[in-house]
């Protein structure tokens, strides 16, 4: 294809130094590479998608499960959570409220970290309930005589039969069960509005339900533990 850079740079208004970068941008290469648009105002659709999403799986949740949890909580001596990936980004939040709110929380591999007694208790979050480190951690804790508390998509899983306690938040996106075909009918017949492969990617939505869902607990444990607000702030990091 044959280009006469003066007359497309001239024909468009297009500066000199400009002409090569236009150009490419008209043929569909931006460096060296095919050009990727998009319209910003996804992120919005995807935003107000997630939230109804989140709301739905909510509604669908056991009370059941979470009042046992919840129990668990408010029992729990010492507390060690883990998780892998992104869901053990999740688990160190977690650890850092109940520090927040006045708990012994410990992250399991940090060097800080005590040795578990029996009677402590684990949090786990994994949404597979099969990860082999994760797996491995939760029989440690069950040989020490701890208590176990998952949190995960899988409530069949290896980890969930280890368990003392376990939320099941759901596999709405089929990610962990691999059934992303059942959940994109319900996108086409109205039950959610999007039918792109790109919302909630991978283990996403399990991710951000599990932060939603630890944060819920923390506001539950703060009011059942009638813990003062100034409190919690004398316990913030100054050091940092």
Do not use: W
Not at 134 to 156: D, F, H, V, W, Y
Not at 166 to 175: C, K, P, S
Request: proline content about 3%.
């Amino acid at each position: 294809m044959n280009y006469n850079h003066g007359y497309f740079a001239r024909s468009r208004s297009i500066p000199p130094g400009d002409t090569l970068i236009a150009l490419y941008s008209e043929m569909g290469i931006c460096n060296g590479g095919p050009c990727m648009t998009g319209d910003p105002l996804l992120i919005q659709d995807y935003l107000q998608q997630m939230a109804e999403t989140i709301t739905q799986s909510v509604a669908s949740l056991d009370p059941d499960r979470m009042v046992a949890f919840f129990d668990e909580m408010l029992a729990a001596r010492r507390v060690y959570v883990t998780g892998a990936g992104r869901s053990g980004l999740i688990a160190r939040a977690f650890a850092m409220r109940l520090m927040h709110i006045g708990y012994d929380a410990y992250v399991v591999g940090e060097t800080i970290t005590p040795a578990m007694r029996a009677g402590d208790t684990l949090v786990v979050f994994s949404g597979s309930g099969a990860t082999g480190s994760i797996l491995n951690i939760c029989m440690t804790a069950k040989e020490l005589q701890g208590r176990i508390c998952l949190i995960t998509a899988s409530p069949e899983s290896k980890m969930a039969n280890l368990a003392d306690c376990v939320v099941d938040l759901g596999d709405e996106t089929g990610y962990y069960h691999r059934d992303r075909g059942a959940f994109e009918v319900r996108q086409i017949t109205g039950q959610y509005r999007s039918v792109v492969a790109t919302f909630a990617p991978l283990g996403t939505l399990f991710e951000t339900l599990a932060l939603v869902f630890s944060d819920a607990v923390i506001s539950s444990l703060l009011q059942a533990r009638h813990e003062d607000i100034s409190e919690v702030t004398s316990r913030l990091s100054n050091v940092q």
